[in-house]
């Protein structure tokens, strides 16, 4: 059964930072490509960083370029976005999913992901 668990999330303040993980099950996360998204209070869900499953190339979102890192550990079968500079609009459910492709094609297309994890709570907030 495939799975995936996210966590990490929680409050900060601005300026701070969190580190969220997303585990994989049932399945190895290495070949595929991995996109984080997110989800605001009645905003639509956008994408944030995706990793690509052949070489490794990451993708982000300009609101969050140069602040986010996203990155895999195949030995944990974990994919980790690192946040940095946390600011109140960062604050929303961040959710990973499984993008049916290795490459991170059209990553900020929900459609093409086949499986999403439950999400974690980021609040930035003094």
């Known amino acids: 059964q495939v799975q995936l668990v996210e966590s990490g999330g929680g409050l900060v303040q601005p300026g701070g930072s969190l580190r969220l993980s997303c585990a994989a099950s049932g399945f190895t996360l290495d070949y595929y490509a991995i996109g984080w998204f997110r989800q605001a209070p009645g905003k639509e869900r956008e994408g944030v960083s995706c990793i690509s499953g052949s070489d490794g190339s990451t993708y982000y979102a300009g609101s969050v370029k140069g602040r986010f890192t996203i990155s895999r550990d195949n030995a944990k079968n974990t994919v980790s976005l690192q946040m940095n500079s946390l600011k109140p609009e960062d604050t929303a459910v961040y959710f990973c999913?499984?993008?049916?492709?290795?490459?991170?094609?059209?990553?900020?297309?929900?459609?093409?992901?086949?499986?999403w994890g439950q999400g974690t709570q980021v609040t930035v907030s003094s």
């Open positions: 999913g499984v993008l049916r492709f290795r490459l991170c094609v059209s990553w900020t297309t929900m459609s093409g992901y086949d499986y």
